[in-house]
C-alpha cells in the first residue's frame, strides 16, 4: 500500500526515508560546492530493475576513482533503492543514487580526505532524457561548437554532475530550434551529449565513440543486441564530419532507451524519419525489458 | 544583538533565512545534478566587506555568462549579504552567494530554460583556503599532473563548482606531502589551483597567468598594490618550467589573501621561508583592510 506523501517519489537522505520534496542537502555540503560527487541511474520498468548488478558495478567504481566511501554497503545500497521505488509505489521509475563528499569532519579543514561521505537516493516517475513525442518523429541533433572537457582533466567514465559544457551546448541547440547537442572534442571526434551516448550507422556497420563518454549501460546493451541481430558494431573514433555523413544516428540512455535522430544539424537522415536499423535495435532493448532479460523484481514488502 | 541559533552562521534560502546548519537545497535541483550554478564568495574583515562591489560585479557577470537569473535585484542581494553576516553576528566572516538553475516549472522538463533560478547566500566564520601556519611557514605547492579543464570546455572567469580536476591535484598533492595543487594546462602552461591565482616572482618581476584561471578580485588588488610598490607586474603565460626557477611564488584568494610558498615539488624557494617581495606584498593587502580602503561596513540593523 502506498502512502500518499510519497506519491512523487521516495527519497533517502543522511539514513532516512522521505517524501522526494522533502529531501535536502546543505549548500555548503562539497558535493555541491565542488560538485564533488558521482552518482548513477537505474531504471524500474514494469516493476523490475533493468541491469541493477551492472549499475551498481559503475557506482561501485565511480565511488572508488573519486576516493568517495559512504557508511552504507553495496547491499544496503541495493536494499534503499527497493524500498525508495516500493515507497513511491512505481512501477516505472527513475532511480537516482549519488554518493557526495560532505562536510569536513575537522573545522575549518579544506582536505577532501577529512570529509564524511554520505550516500542518497531517489525514486521518482519515469524520466525521458527526450520526450516520447520527439523519440517518435526522430530527435534534432546540434552539433556543438563547444569542446567536450578531454578526459585527462575529467574521467567521464566516472559518471559525474560536471555538466556545464554539455549545459553550453544544450543551450546552443535551443537557440538554433534543435532538440539536443552532441559534443566533439577538441580534435572534432564525437564524444557524447547531455546524458547519452550516441551511435552512428554508415553502410550497415554501426558505431559508438570509445573516449570521451561515459560507458553506458544502455550502450552497452545496445553493443549485445547488435551481436544478437548480427549486426555489425564497433567501439572506435567517429570524426565529425562522419556524423553528417550517417546513414543513422540513435542515442542511448538509461532514461530513454534507444532513441532516434532524425536530423544533425542542417542534414536531414534518410526519410527525416528514425532510420530502419535504429528501430530494429529499439524494438529488441524493449523487448528485452517485456520477456524480462536483466530483470530484478522490485521488493514491494517493506 | 545576536541570536544564538545563527552561532555557526546564517544563510538566505528561498526568501528566508536560517541558521546556516539548516540551510537546505533539493538533491535534484539542477544546481546539484548539473553543477549548474555560478557563486561568489566576498570577505568580511573587521566589520566592513571588502571590495564588496567587485564581487557584484563579477556574480553578475557569472549569471549572465550561464543565464542564470534569480528573482532578487542586485540592491537586494547586497542587502541579504550584509543581513546574513549582521544575523550571524560576525566580524570577520566568509560570505558565499550563489544562484542555482533550480527545477524545471515545466513537469518532466529537460530544458535548462525551463527552470527557475534560484539565489543563496550564506555568512560563516572565516575560512582560510590555506591554514595560518601554513601560511607563515610558507605553502608547499604540488603540480599536478591532472590538466586543467580548458577554457574552451569551461570558462574559469565564470565562477563555478566544478573542481573534479581541482580535487584531483588536491588528492595528487596529499598523497605527496603537500599542502596543496597547482594546475598547468594541457600545454604546460601555469593556471591556477584549488580556490586560488598564482603569482611567480622572477628577477623582480611579479607574473600572473592570463588565461585557465578566475580573474580573482585579490589578484586585482595584489596587481593595483604592485603598481604602489613601484614592482614590475605583468599578466602573461608562465610555462611550468618557470614555477621551479622562481625566485618567488605566492598565492592569492579572498578566503586567505596573499600566501607565500616555499616548496614548489621538491624545489625549495629562498630559504625555505616566504620570500620578501610576497611578504611585501602580503603586508600591503592587510594595510588596505586595516585603513578601510575598499571598505562597505556591514550594516547590522535588521
Not at 525514486?123 to 516520447?132: C, E, F, L, Q, R
Not at 546552443?172 to 550507422?201: Q, R, W, Y
Request: proline fraction near 5%; charged fraction near 25%.
Amino acid at each position: 500500500m502506498t502512502d500518499d506523501r510519497y506519491r512523487g517519489g521516495a527519497a533517502y537522505v543522511r539514513g532516512r526515508f522521505v517524501p522526494v520534496a522533502e529531501a535536502a542537502i546543505s549548500p555548503l555540503d562539497w558535493g555541491f560546492t565542488r560538485s564533488d560527487v558521482v552518482y548513477d541511474v537505474v531504471h524500474v520498468f514494469a516493476g523490475g530493475f533493468f541491469r541493477l548488478s551492472d549499475h551498481l558495478d559503475r557506482f561501485e567504481r565511480s565511488m572508488l576513482g573519486r576516493r568517495l566511501k559512504p557508511s552504507e554497503t553495496r547491499n544496503e545500497m541495493e536494499t534503499i533503492l527497493h524500498r525508495c521505488v516500493a515507497l513511491a509505489g512505481l512501477d516505472d521509475a527513475y532511480v537516482a543514487m549519488a554518493t557526495l563528499r560532505g562536510l569536513p569532519k575537522v573545522a575549518g579543514s579544506r582536505r577532501p580526505e577529512d570529509c564524511e561521505n554520505h550516500f542518497l537516493a531517489y525514486a521518482i516517475p519515469w524520466v525521458d532524457v527526450i520526450t516520447k513525442d520527439i523519440q517518435e518523429r526522430g530527435a534534432h541533433l546540434w552539433i556543438s561548437s563547444r569542446p567536450r572537457v578531454p578526459d585527462a582533466s575529467v574521467d567521464p567514465t566516472i559518471k559525474n554532475y560536471q555538466w556545464s559544457d554539455l549545459t553550453s551546448g544544450l543551450f546552443e541547440a535551443h537557440d538554433n530550434g534543435f532538440d539536443t547537442a552532441i559534443l566533439c572534442d577538441d580534435s572534432g571526434l564525437v564524444t557524447e551529449g547531455p546524458g547519452f551516448n550516441i551511435f552512428v550507422v554508415k553502410d550497415g556497420k554501426v558505431l559508438t565513440p570509445g573516449h570521451g563518454s561515459l560507458q553506458g549501460i544502455t550502450r552497452r546493451t545496445v553493443l549485445e543486441l547488435c551481436e544478437q541481430l548480427k549486426l555489425d558494431a564497433a567501439i572506435g573514433p567517429i570524426p565529425r564530419e562522419l556524423l553528417e555523413q550517417a546513414d543513422e544516428i540513435f542515442l542511448s540512455t538509461t532514461a530513454g532507451g534507444v532513441m532516434p535522430v532524425s536530423r544533425i544539424n542542417t542534414t536531414i537522415l534518410g526519410n527525416d524519419r528514425p532510420g530502419p536499423i535504429s528501430l530494429r535495435i529499439k524494438a529488441a532493448y524493449w523487448k528485452l525489458h517485456r520477456e524480462g532479460v536483466h530483470r530484478t523484481e522490485v521488493i514491494r514488502a517493506i
